[in-house]
C-alpha cells in the first residue's frame, strides 16, 4: 500500500460536521416517552446508581461500580470504566439521567438517555459532552448495558483499555493491545516531527478502538465511512466548538498493515493537525490544511517523488496538469483519485516552501486556518497572487518524474 493510502480523512470528518444539519448531538431533543415506560421507569432510582456510578468513578473504586451491575458482564464492564478513568486521568466526570428512550425489556428494565461530560485531565482543554443511551434493570438500581445503535459511544466506556503514556503523550487501546508500545512511539515521534515545524505545548491523544466497528462507535459515523483510512483526527464528542478535545483514532485495520515508514507518516500527519487545531479551521482550503501536514509528515522522510508524488504524476501524464488548486469536494474519502489528491496539494505546500522559505509557509498556513484570507496571506507570505502559485504549482507537477516526454 503506498503511504499516501488513507492518509487521513479530514475532509470526511468536515463532512459529517457540516451534514449534521440543525440538530446536532449537542441539541438532542428528546423523543416523547412512549406510555408504557412510565409504568416501568424509576428515574429517581436510576439518577441515584448514576451518582454512585460517578461517585465510584472519583474515588477509582471499581468494585463499588460492579455491585452497580445487573449481570457479570455489566460488572466487568463497570469495574473496567472505573479502572480506565484512573489510567487515562480523567476529570469532570459526569452522569446525568435525561429522559426515557421508550424502550422497555420486561419488567423493572428500560433505556435511558443519559448526559454525559468528562474529559483527560493535562490533556484536553474543555470537557466532551455528549448523550448516550444506558439500560437500566431492576426499577433502576442495577445498570444492564452502556450504548445502543445510533448513538456515540467514547472508548473508555466500551470495555478495558490499555492506557500507555510518555511525557505528553497518552495511547489509549481497546482490544489487542500487543501493538501499545508501537503506537506510543509513533506518537511521540509524530509531535516531535510537528513540533519541529509547528512549536507549541500541546500534548498528544490517540485513542486505538479495538475494530471498524468499534472505530465506527466511537466516532459516531455510518458504517464504513472510514473503512478505507488509516487514522482520522476529531472532536471526541463531534463538537466542532472551541476548546473540544480533538484527539487522533486509529483505524487499525488498515494502520496495522503499513510499513513503519508509511504508518509514521500517518501518524505525524494527524498530529499536524491535533496540535495545529486543524478541526476548527472553517475557512482553510484543504489543500492546505492537508498539504501541510503532508507536509511536516514528509519532511524527514527519505522517500523517492516517485513513491510520494507518483499518482499525480500518472495523472498529470494522462491529462495535463490541474487547471486550479484541488478542490474541497476532491478530498472525500469516496472520490476517486483521492491519493492523487493529496499528493497535489502536499506539492502546493512544497511549491511554496520552495519558493518563500518553510516559515513563510508556516506563517501562512497558521494565518489562513485562523480565518486570514488566502490571498491576502499569499501576498503577505509568499509576494504572489493565486494565479502565480498555481502556475508555479503547475510547473512543479510537469518536472515530477515519469511526466515529461
Ligand atoms: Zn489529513
Known amino acids: 500500500m503506498s503511504p499516501r493510502a488513507g492518509l487521513c480523512s479530514f475532509a470526511t470528518l468536515l463532512a459529517v460536521a457540516l451534514g449534521a444539519g440543525a440538530c446536532s448531538k449537542d441539541e438532542y431533543v428528546a423523543p416523547p416517552p ?6 416501568v421507569a424509576d428515574p429517581a432510582a436510576a439518577a441515584e446508581t448514576l451518582a454512585a456510578l460517578q461517585d465510584s468513578i472519583d474515588g477509582g473504586d471499581p468494585s463499588t ?18 479502572a480506565n478513568a484512573e489510567a487515562l486521568g480523567l476529570g469532570d466526570v459526569t452522569l446525568r439521567y435525561v429522559t426515557e428512550t421508550g424502550r422497555t425489556r420486561g419488567s423493572g428494565a428500560w433505556d435511558a438517555q443519559v448526559a454525559l461530560t468528562w474529559r483527560i485531565d493535562g490533556h484536553d482543554a474543555a470537557s466532551a459532552r455528549t448523550e448516550l443511551p444506558v439500560s437500566f434493570a431492576a426499577h433502576g438500581a442495577t445498570i444492564a448495558a452502556i450504548g445502543g445503535p445510533g448513538a456515540r459511544l467514547p472508548l473508555w466506556l466500551s470495555g478495558p483499555l490499555d492506557v500507555e503514556r510518555a511525557g505528553d503523550v497518552v495511547v489509549a487501546v481497546a482490544g489487542d493491545a500487543s501493538r501499545a508500545e508501537d503506537y506510543l512511539a509513533a506518537a511521540r515521534r509524530a509531535v516531535r516531527q510537528a513540533r519541529a515545524v509547528v512549536p507549541g505545548g500541546k500534548g498528544l491523544v ?4 479495538a475494530d471498524p466497528e468499534s472505530l465506527q462507535r466511537t466516532l459516531d459515523t455510518a458504517p464504513g465511512q472510514y473503512a ?3 487514522a482520522v483526527t476529531a472532536p471526541v464528542d463531534g463538537s466542532r466548538a472551541a476548546g473540544s478535545p480533538v484527539h487522533v483514532f486509529l483505524n487499525r485495520s488498515v494502520y496495522d498493515d503499513l510499513d513503519p515508514v508509511a504508518a509514521q507518516v500517518v501518524m505525524t500527519h494527524e498530529a499536524v493537525h491535533a496540535l495545529t487545531e486543524a478541526t476548527s479551521a472553517r475557512q482553510a482550503p ?7 501536514a503532508d507536509y511536516v509528515a514528509l519532511r524527514d522522510v527519505d522517500l523517492p517523488l516517485t513513491r510520494t508524488a507518483g499518482q499525480i504524476a500518472t495523472e498529470v501524464r494522462k491529462d495535463g496538469v490541474p487547471p486550479t488548486l484541488p478542490l474541497d469536494s476532491e478530498f472525500d474519502p469516496s472520490a476517486s483519485h483521492l491519493g492523487g489528491v493529496y499528493e497535489a496539494a502536499w506539492l502546493v505546500c512544497v511549491t511554496l516552501a520552495e519558493h518563500a522559505g518553510e516559515q513563510a ?5 497558521a494565518k489562513v486556518r485562523d480565518g486570514a484570507d488566502l490571498a ?8 504572489w497572487t493565486e494565479p502565480e502559485l498555481i502556475a508555479a504549482w503547475q510547473d512543479r507537477l510537469r518536472s515530477l518524474p515519469g511526466v515529461a516526454g
Open 361 to 365: 509557509l508556516v506563517d501562512l498556513y
Open 228 to 230: 478505507a483510512i488509516a
Open 376 to 383: 491576502t496571506a499569499l501576498r503577505e507570505h509568499a509576494g
Open 206 to 209: 490517540v485513542e486505538v478502538p
Open 286 to 292: 484543504l489543500w492546505l490544511v492537508e498539504g501541510f
Open 34 to 39: 412512549a406510555t408504557s415506560t412510565s409504568d
Open 65 to 82: 461500580a460492579a455491585g452497580l451491575g445487573a449481570d457479570a458482564s455489566s460488572r466487568d464492564l463497570l469495574s473496567a470504566i472505573v
